[in-house]
T-cell receptor
Framework: GAGVSQSPRYKVAKRGQDVALRCDPI?????LFWYQQALGQGPEFLTY????????KSGLPSDRFFAERPEGSVSTLKIQRTQQEDSAVYLC????????????FGEGSRLTVL | KNQVEQSPQSLIILEGKNCTLQ??????????LRWYKQDTGRGPVSLTI?????NTKSNGRYTATLDADTKQSSLHITASQLSDSASYIC????????????FGAGTQVVVTP
């Protein structure tokens, strides 16, 4: 597609439910990032993929958070046993190549945990 | 402690006026600095990106400056328009961890008629 696509745009979950957020990066983009953005704050790094390899997952806040990109294109961020503090916008972004410098963001998935 | 600090946290300006946003960073070793515009409910959109050797870059009515010695950057908005109302985020990356960008908290700009 022309841009980074994320789904769902909005998700309401009851505390304890599992959720899965999907990211379709720009076709051919090697690098993919997930960020968490709390209201009124800048995005915070969660994890980074280069193709299918998850090179950095140091930003994942707990072992309830899991991300995968099995074929090096679409990525899924899964949150198990959701808690209220997980409520945030989850942004996905992709790079073409390191040296282009241009990082393209999706519109985000807003998760609300009740 | 956040390695990228932005000021002011928010500001209100009249349509047609200019404004300047500040970004101070401690990220090292420095690779590049980007300014993004984020409309409410949307993903961030890139405005400018500057490397160590660049000290100014423009994108329409947006002009970013960089002083790598003092580790400061500014974003100047000229002749503001209502559509400039958004959050402006400063993002810095280090040469040894380019994949993990450091984001500022953003400056919320409101342009009023």
């Amino acid at each position: 597609g022309a841009g980074v696509s994320q789904s769902p745009r909005y998700k309401v979950a009851k505390r304890g439910q599992d959720v899965a957020l999907r990211c379709d990066p720009i076709s051919g983009h090697v690098s993919l990032f997930w960020y968490q953005q709390a209201l009124g704050q800048g995005p915070e790094f969660l994890t980074y993929f280069q193709n299918e390899a998850q090179l950095d997952k140091s930003g994942l806040p707990s072992d309830r958070f899991f991300a995968e990109r099995p074929e090096g294109s679409v990525s899924t961020l899964k949150i198990q046993r959701t808690q209220q503090e997980d409520s945030a916008v989850y942004l996905c972004a992709s790079f073409g190549t390191v040296n282009t410098g241009e990082l393209f963001f999706g519109e985000g998935s807003r998760l609300t945990v009740l | 402690k956040n390695q990228v600090e932005q000021s002011p946290q928010s500001l209100i300006i009249l349509e047609g006026k200019n404004c300047t946003l500040q970004c101070n960073y401690t990220v090292s070793p420095f690779s590049n600095l980007r300014w993004y515009k984020q409309d409410t409910g949307r993903g961030p959109v890139s405005l400018t990106i500057m490397t160590f050797s660049e000290n100014t870059k423009s994108n329409g009515r947006y002009t970013a400056t960089l002083d790598a010695d003092t580790k400061q950057s500014s974003l100047h908005i000229t002749a503001s328009q209502l559509s400039d109302s958004a959050s402006y985020i400063c993002v810095v990356s280090a040469t040894d961890s380019w994949g993990k960008l450091q984001f500022g908290a953003g400056t919320q700009v409101v342009v009023t008629p």
